[in-house]
Each structure stands twice: as C-alpha cells, then as structure tokens.
C-alpha cells in the first residue's frame, strides 16, 4: 500500500500563491513518476502537472505554464506544487498521484495511488 497526502490548499484572493505539498508514506517505488491533478465541481478531472523520478522532466497543462512549479524531493518522498499567481479558475481539489511509470503521462487512469486531495479556492 502507498499513502499520499495532500497539504497546503486553502482560500487566497485572486493574483495571490499557496504551495501544496503531498507527503508519500508507506509501499513506494523508485523510479516513479508523481503528478499532481484537479477537479473542480461537476467537471472532469483535469491534468495539472507531473514530474519524473530525478525531476529533469516536467510537464504542465497549458492553462498553469508559467504560474505552477512542480518540484520534488526524493530522499524525503515528497512533491510541492508552487501555485502563484492565481486566478479563480484555479479553484478547485487538488489531488496527487503516483504512476509507476518512469515517462511523464497526462491521463488520470495512468496513475495508481492517490491522495484525498486538498482544496484550493480561489476568489476575492
């Protein structure tokens, strides 16, 4: 079994940052990937960003290049996502995710293990 869990969300005003972190505990895998992933009320999930085992390769959605940094520290199993610049479109539960892949994927059904998510609100 894995354990991934999600901190750091909350409510901040538009134009404002939060950084999420998601801590993995028990069973984990080397060389695998981590993404992180949102879903807000009555839509999809949505890819936000993913990060190789070495972190040399990054992947963001369109919609957060530029805004969203996606980092990891192995020794301490451990993924942060630095939101800034938010808008209220961003709104929404962020969740991680574990894919024992070692090539960076977009699709949700890819990823293994999940975190119970942690919510971002966005709004003034």
């Known amino acids: 079994q894995v354990q991934l869990v999600e901190s750091g969300g909350g409510l901040v005003q538009p134009g404002g940052s939060l950084r999420l972190s998601c801590a993995a505990s028990?069973?984990?895998?080397?060389?695998?990937?981590m993404g992180w992933f949102r879903q807000a009320p009555g839509k999809e999930r949505e890819f936000v960003a993913a990060?190789?085992?070495?972190?040399?390769?990054?992947a963001y959605t369109n919609s957060v290049k530029g805004r969203f940094t996606i980092s990891r520290d192995t020794a301490e199993n451990t993924v942060h996502l630095q939101l800034d610049s938010l808008k209220p479109e961003d709104t929404a539960v962020y969740y991680c995710?574990?894919?024992?892949?070692?090539?960076?994927?977009?699709?949700?059904?890819?990823?293994?293990?999940w975190g119970q998510g942690t919510q971002v609100t966005v709004a003034s």
């Open positions: 028990g069973r984990t895998f080397s060389g695998y990937v």
């Open positions: 995710a574990l894919d024992r892949s070692r090539v960076v994927r977009r699709n949700p059904d890819a990823y293994e293990y």
């Open positions: 990060i190789s085992w070495t972190g040399i390769t990054t």
